[in-house]
C-alpha cells in the first residue's frame, strides 16, 4: 500500500480512488478553464500539456510514495468531481505534509472541496502521519484559501513555492 494515499476512503457525496490515465480527458476541463490556472505561473499554456504536466507528476509521486492526489468520484452519480490528496512537499528546505485539491470548474462552489480536505486532514491526523498539515495556496486565490481556513487551518506564513508568492496554511495535529 502506497503511504498518504486514500484509496478507497469516502465522504458523505464522495469516494476517494487512485488517479489513473483514463481519467485525463475528465480532467482535462479544469487546464481548459482559464480561472483554474490564473493564480499559478510557470504552467503550460496548452491544456493538454498543462494537463499531462499534472498527471506525470502525479504518477510520479506515486512511483516515489510521495502520496499524491486521489480522484474524487461522486457517490451519487460516479462523475469524477475533482483532485484532492496528501503530498509530501519541500516548503523552504524543510519537509511537509499538504493538503492540495482541485475541483472541476463545474462543481465549484458546492463544497466539494472542504469535504475533500476535511476527509484527507482526519486521515492523516487518525494515521499519525505528521504533527502538522499545510496546504500551499497562492497569495491571490482566495476561493482556496477559503477552504483551508473552514478546514481549521491558519495562515502560517507567506513565501516563495515553484516561484509563485504563497501563503502556508497550517493546522495542528488536535
Same mark, same amino acid.
Given at each position: 500500500?502506497?503511504?498518504?494515499? /486514500? #484509496?478507497?476512503?469516502?465522504t458523505?457525496? =464522495?469516494?476517494?480512488?487512485? @488517479?489513473?490515465?483514463? !481519467?485525463?480527458?475528465?480532467? %482535462?476541463?479544469?487546464?481548459?478553464e ?12 496548452d ?27 461522486? /457517490? #451519487? ?5 475533482? =483532485?484532492c490528496?496528501?503530498? @509530501?512537499?519541500?516548503? !523552504?528546505?524543510?519537509?511537509? %505534509? ?11 462552489r ?8 476535511e ?17 500551499i ?19 502560517d ?18
Open positions: 500500500m502506497m503511504s498518504y494515499l /486514500l #484509496e478507497g476512503q469516502s458523505e457525496r =464522495l469516494l476517494f480512488r487512485k @488517479v489513473v490515465q483514463a !481519467d485525463f480527458d475528465s480532467w %482535462l476541463p479544469f487546464h481548459e482559464p480561472l483554474s490556472s490564473q493564480y499559478w505561473e510557470g504552467l503550460p499554456t491544456p493538454k500539456k498543462a494537463c499531462k504536466q499534472q498527471f506525470d507528476r502525479i504518477f510520479e509521486r506515486y512511483q516515489e510514495n510521495l502520496g499524491g492526489m486521489n480522484a474524487l468520484i461522486s /457517490l #451519487e452519480d460516479s462523475k469524477f468531481i475533482g =483532485l490528496g496528501l503530498m @509530501v512537499q519541500l516548503v !523552504d528546505a524543510k519537509k511537509e %505534509l499538504e493538503i492540495g485539491y482541485s475541483i472541476l470548474p463545474q462543481y465549484w458546492n463544497g466539494f472541496a472542504f469535504e475533500a480536505a476527509k484527507c486532514k482526519t486521515y492523516a491526523f487518525q494515521n499519525d502521519f505528521a504533527k502538522s498539515l499545510i496546504s495556496i497562492h497569495i491571490n486565490n482566495v476561493p482556496s484559501q477559503k477552504v483551508a481556513l473552514k478546514n481549521g487551518m491558519q495562515l506564513k507567506t513565501t516563495s513555492y515553484h516561484n509563485n508568492p504563497v501563503h502556508i496554511f497550517r493546522v495542528n495535529q488536535p
